[in-house]
């Protein structure tokens, strides 16, 4: 039986957490972008599977909603709901700090992530231009955001 868990993202797991990043994007995260995020008070968690990284998520609360900034899985874990359970386990944290929704970016290209926000009810509310970079020049932002109440909370 696997032990699972998800704790607070720390110092000490930053190494490990930009390890994944690295894998996972071409334009990744670095353990400054990370260590940076835990300084400024940023909600980061890491979920453990048998004391090994899966998965983690920074959110950054402004005013009544939070900002899901990162949530990204390990490249051999992926599609096995892993990253929904993390989502959804940081729904029900908004949820519970009081916050009204969650916004988030997705880029157009990555469908994966986009066919999980849009199952778990986030809606397009926008388009930032050139927000990511790309292979070639950038590439736009769909902006996403999900209302809590709209789950009859």
Known sequence: MS????KAMTEADLAAVAEVEQVIYEFPWTERN???SLRAGYDAHCMWIDHQLAAYLVMMRVVDEYHLLNLSVRADLQGHGYGRHLLQWGIGRAKGAGMDGMLLEVRPSNVAAKTLYETEGFKLIGVRKNYYPAR???EDALVLFKRFQDMGM
């Open 3 to 6: 032990i699972f868990s998800i």
């Open 34 to 36: 990370f260590g940076d």
């Open 136 to 138: 070639e020049g950038r």
